[in-house]
């Protein structure tokens, strides 16, 4: 009798060197996931990086709020001349992205490909630690999604069509707190 094999949870992992963050999404990155994700890109910021690579090979799925929140960093880290970069992206994942737009916003690459110029991650890989973010009330959590949504409707029109119902509650939750 063969035991199923344990899954991780869904996380994000992190690590920092040499002007470089990378950041590991493990399991499927949704909203719950978008504050710890949130929270790693600042970290980087904070500690100097030029380059901030998001690492998705062991991310399994994603939803409307989590790209939302990419955009809204690689927007952002624009500001800060910083670069956000995508790797090891499934076909699955590309899709999703080119979907809403995101692939006009942002420097992505399939798996077993990797940016010109990148080194040599492996230091970084085993550094990755989980990132535990602060919990979020639901106040901060409706903030949260509504922003990943703006942002969303900001990249591409026809986005704001797709989720004006869910915009919609997001401002009729925010005012309830």
Known sequence: MNAAAP???NQILAATADNCTLVA???????????????????ARLAGSALVVVDLAGC?????????????????????DVRLTLINLSPHAAGLLKGLGLNRVLKTYAAAELPPG???????????????AEPT???????????????????????????KDVLAFLREDLKRF
């Open 25 to 43: 999404v493990d399991g499927a990155a949704t909203f719950k996931l978008a504050a710890a994700f949130k929270q790693a890109v600042q970290a």
């Open 137 to 163: 009330d639901n106040h901060e959590l409706a903030a949260l999604m509504y922003d990943a949504h703006e942002t969303l409707a900001r990249v591409d029109p026809q986005n704001l069509q797709r989720f």
């Open 118 to 132: 990148l080194g040599d991650l492996s230091l970084l890989v085993k550094s990755l630690r989980p990132v535990e």
């Open 60 to 80: 399994r799925s994603m939803d409307s709020t989590f790209m939302g929140a990419i955009a809204g960093l690689a927007f952002a880290l624009r500001k800060d």
């Open 7 to 9: 899954t991780s949870p």
